[in-house]
């Protein structure tokens, strides 16, 4: 009875570890390829093909998104340094929130930057010689 039992965990845990399994690969659409600044140094240096240029356009959306999500992160902190009522007399509450909304408009800026650099690689693919297959799309 007992090896019955455990061969029947054994079983349930290997079908539930399979069906995670899958349902993770299936469900999840593929990461984009994430670049080391050496990597993207080189590209950019040596970008030919419209798919080295849409490798360097999907680096600059990534980085983008990055911006606007850390943007996001302090633009929450300062919604709860606001909320604080233990810091509304707090000196020190003008100088933090200050320096959120001060991260905030320099994580949007860099994020606009990072799209136009993506936006500029697009372009710059398109008019490379050679066709872009929808791979490296």
Do not use: W
């Not at 290997?14 to 600044?37: H, N, V």
């Amino acid at each position: 009875m007992k090896r019955t039992f455990a061969a029947l965990s054994v079983l349930f845990l290997a079908f539930t570890l399979t069906i995670a399994a899958y349902g993770q690969s299936a469900s999840s659409p593929t990461k984009p390829e994430r670049l080391s600044k050496q990597q993207l140094n080189t590209l950019i240096v040596s970008a030919k093909t419209p798919a080295e240029h849409e490798r360097i356009a999907q680096y600059y959306r990534a980085k983008a998104q990055d911006y606007l999500a850390q943007a996001k992160e302090h633009e929450s902190m300062i919604a709860m340094y606001k909320a604080n009522p233990a810091l509304s007399n707090d000196k020190n509450q003008a100088s933090t929130i200050n320096h959120c909304e001060y991260f905030v408009t320099t994580f949007k800026a860099l994020a606009d930057n990072s799209q136009d650099l993506a936006a500029m690689h697009e372009r710059m693919a398109k008019e490379a010689p050679g066709k872009l297959t929808s791979a490296g799309k």
